[in-house]
Structure formats: C-alpha cells, structure tokens
C-alpha cells in the first residue's frame, strides 16, 4: 500500500524534472557503458561489464521508486487550506518554552524537506506534533532527549 504525498508545485517540478534526467540522460549512459564493457572481451571475466550492469540496475530502481512517488503525488491547492489549524504547507511559528527561541518552519512532504530553508518533513517528530495544533496551543514532542514544548505563535500560508 502506498502512501500519497502532498505537494507544492514546485516540489512536483522538481520530481519529473530529476525523473526525466534519470530518463534521458542516465539511462542512455548506463546503456553505453554496458555496450563498451561488453565490446571488451569475455564477460565471464568482465569486471567492468559487471559494475555497469550493477549501476544499471541501481538506476532502474530509482527511475521506478521515483515513477511510484509521482504516480502517489498529489498537487496542494494552498488557497484552499484552512488556516487556523496546523496543516500539510503550513508555515508555523513555534516559541520553545525551554530557552525561548522562535523558529518559523514550513511543512512539506517528506522528499521536499529541507533544514537549510526551513521545511521539515510532516513525517518527522516536530513536524507530527505540529499537525492539527492552532494557535495558542502547545505542542508536547517526544525527542531522542526527552520531551520538547512549543507554544504555537503564528499560522500562515505563503
């Protein structure tokens, strides 16, 4: 069974657009590869020959894990999304009640998460404890340390 992410549309661009270059570009380079491996002589002893087959079949399973992603995607129409409440491309400002640092995060599908800018994944620890919380609330999450408590400060769409 499959599970069916959400995604902005710029998040779905980017998938097809990786999808399409494993396609197009990756593909025809494993293929010629094997070709020149094989040209070489007893594949029996053939080492190459073996490490390009070995590649080829390490991009067949990422051309198809990611065919499976697209076909489980689903697009988000943002302006459609309640925002009282903590949701699949909220961005929620959070206070930590222990040292009281304010952190603003965005919550996106799991393949499109990234620390750097502020997007964590919906299936992490943080972003599961947001989920469904309004403002005022407070989020209690279980962490490798113990339990961390956020005040929800903000809810917003961008």
Same mark, same amino acid.
């Given at each position: 069974? +499959?599970?069916?992410?959400?995604?902005?549309?710029?998040?779905?661009?980017?998938?097809?657009?990786?999808?399409?270059? =494993?396609?197009?570009?990756?593909?025809?380079?494993?293929?010629?590869?094997?070709?020149?491996?094989?040209?070489?002589?007893?594949?029996?002893?053939?080492?190459?020959?073996?490490?390009?087959?070995?590649?080829?079949?390490?991009?067949?399973?990422?051309?198809?894990?990611?065919?499976?992603?697209?076909?489980?995607?689903?697009?988000?129409?943002?302006?459609?999304?309640?925002? +009282?409440? @903590?949701?699949?491309?909220? +961005?929620? $400002?959070?206070?930590?009640? *222990?040292?009281?640092?304010?952190? *603003?995060?965005? =919550?996106?599908?799991? +393949?499109?998460?990234?620390? $750097? *800018?502020?997007?964590?994944?919906?299936?992490?620890?943080?972003?599961?404890? =947001?989920?469904?919380?309004? @403002?005022?609330? *407070?989020?209690?999450?279980? @962490?490798?340390?113990?339990?961390?408590?956020?005040?929800? @400060?903000?809810?917003?769409?961008?």
């Amino acid at each position: 069974m +499959s599970k069916v992410s959400y995604y902005t549309a710029e998040g779905l661009k980017k998938l097809r657009e990786e999808l399409n270059h =494993l396609k197009d570009v990756e593909r025809p380079k494993a293929s010629q590869a094997i070709a020149e491996a094989r040209d070489k002589g007893d594949l029996s002893e053939n080492a190459e020959y073996d490490a390009a087959k070995e590649a080829q079949g390490l991009l067949e399973m990422k051309i198809s894990k990611l065919e499976e992603t697209l076909s489980n995607a689903r697009l988000i129409d943002e302006s459609q999304l309640d925002t +009282s409440k @903590v949701l699949v491309h909220s +961005s929620v $400002k959070i206070k930590n009640q *222990t040292n009281g640092a304010e952190m *603003t995060y965005k =919550l996106v599908a799991q +393949s499109e998460a990234d620390l $750097k *800018t502020g997007k964590i994944s919906v299936d992490s620890p943080i972003g599961k404890g =947001l989920l469904g919380k309004k @403002v005022g609330d *407070t989020a209690e999450i279980q @962490v490798p340390n113990g339990i961390m408590k956020f005040d929800i @400060v903000e809810i917003s769409r961008d």
